[in-house]
């Protein structure tokens, strides 16, 4: 079966953040969010779920664990029972309410900057501070910096590190080896690890995503784990994550802050769609991440002909192209501003994401190629 992903789906006036909070002259490519429609199985589940007609509180089938947990033992060797899950409203409030059931305002929460915004605002929502043990860039290359990260997780008032697995922005796939040596180190200071793995089925061909919790039971004791097909499938809208807690006494405090948060209910369609993509979607999935992969080339062969200036790794996963625009001088504010006003393109400031992300831009490259050449263009026409 073929998809075609060169379809110029209009979004505009659709309700999409992406689109409809931008200027209509301003191509929009910041939003995590594809403008691809999703795989067909998962547009067949939704139209007979609409046909039933009647769209009361939903309860959450047997089908739905079977499908998650299906998928993430086929795809990532990652196995769990269904009762070390939890189901809620998406991964940002599955991480607030992970933190409420770990920390007490005051305590501190690791994160790894450059790295996605909403970390930030969950833990000062929680009361808690910020330790931030930056990533270490090399020759394009993010490295956690393990000598720092001993010292923040020895602080006596840290609880928890969040980690963004695979990387979101820096598009960096953590290997077996550096996640180990995370574990050893958070373990022997009691922090527990909450491991976002929202981008994990967008790992580019040639690398592979380590889930943490399957680098061994002792891992996973220490850990949760935070699952959504949103990404992939690009289901965001649709509002639905699994948390996989296998220590009982944590999942019971995560279950209780659920419920605190009154975030423990879910819609009839984020469940049918999230079904549909793990049982039926796989070959879908399989030509997205591969046109993905195109497109990150094609990326790299524009930015070295038009903007050699502007440094780009591609990402080992997710569709985010994480450019270095340190030189030309200016604040990541101040050029995101001026793309906007000269090329009338639309990209996510690096400061967004942190401090460490001073001088860089985030381009979302999940579109059409046609559409990605005309955001190239105009990110040309503003810094060329």
């Known amino acids: 079966m073929t998809f075609d992903f060169d379809e110029l789906v209009e979004r505009r006036g659709s309700g999409a953040a992406k689109w409809d909070d931008t200027p209509a002259d301003v191509l929009p490519m910041w939003v995590a969010d594809m403008d691809f429609r999703t795989a067909p199985a998962v547009v067949e589940a939704l139209h007979a779920r609409v046909a039933h007609g009647v769209f009361g509180y939903a309860h959450l089938p047997g089908a739905y664990y079977d499908a998650v947990a ?5 795809r990532h060797g990652h196995q769990f029972a269904r009762e070390d899950m939890l189901v809620t409203s998406g991964v940002v409030p ?3 309410a ?11 929460v690791i994160l790894q900057p450059p790295v996605y915004n909403c970390f930030f605002s969950s833990i000062r929502n929680m009361g808690c501070g910020v330790e931030e043990n930056a990533l270490i860039l090399r020759d394009g290359r993010y490295e956690m910096d393990f000598a720092d990260l001993e010292r923040r997780a020895a602080h006596p008032d840290c609880r928890a590190l969040l980690l963004c697995n695979p990387h979101n922005p820096v598009g960096r796939v953590w290997s077996a080896e550096e996640l180990r040596r995370l574990h050893e180190i958070c373990a022997r200071h009691g922090v527990t690890v909450i491991s976002d793995e929202i981008h994990a089925d967008l790992t580019m061909p040639g690398h592979r995503h380590q889930c943490y919790a399957a ?42 802050a659920l419920n605190v948060h ?49 440094h780009y790794t591609p990402p080992q996963a997710t569709y985010l192209a994480w450019l270095d625009a340190r030189a030309y001088g200016q604040s990541a504010d101040a050029l995101a501003a001026q793309v ?11 400061t967004a994401y942190g401090a460490a992300g001073e001088g860089f831009l985030r381009l979302n490259m ?17 810094l060329g």
Do not use: M
């Not at 992970?98 to 501190?108: H, K, V």
């Not at 906007?340 to 690096?350: D, S």
């Not at 190629?369 to 263009?377: F, V, Y």
């Open 340 to 350: 906007q006003e000269k090329g009338r393109l639309r990209l996510t400031a690096g």
């Open 262 to 310: 009154e975030v423990c209910d879910v819609n009839p369609f984020g469940i049918a769609a999230t079904i549909a993509a793990y049982t039926e979607g796989a070959a879908w999935h399989a030509a997205l991440v591969d046109y993905l992969a195109e497109n990150s080339r094609f990326v790299a062969e524009y930015l070295a002909t038009h903007l050699p200036k502007l």
């Open 366 to 382: 999940a579109c059409p190629r046609a559409r990605l050449e005309d955001g190239l263009t105009r990110l040309a026409k503003a």
């Open 215 to 256: 680098l061994g039971p002792e891992v996973a004791a220490n850990s949760v784990t935070c699952l959504a097909a949103s990404k992939a499938f690009n289901l965001a809208g649709l509002q639905i994550a699994t948390i996989v807690a296998p220590d009982p006494d944590l999942r019971g405090h995560i279950d209780k």
């Open 94 to 96: 599955a991480v607030t």
């Open 70 to 74: 299906g998928w993430q033992a086929r």
């Open 98 to 108: 992970i933190l409420r059931a770990l920390t007490r305002p005051g305590d501190r």
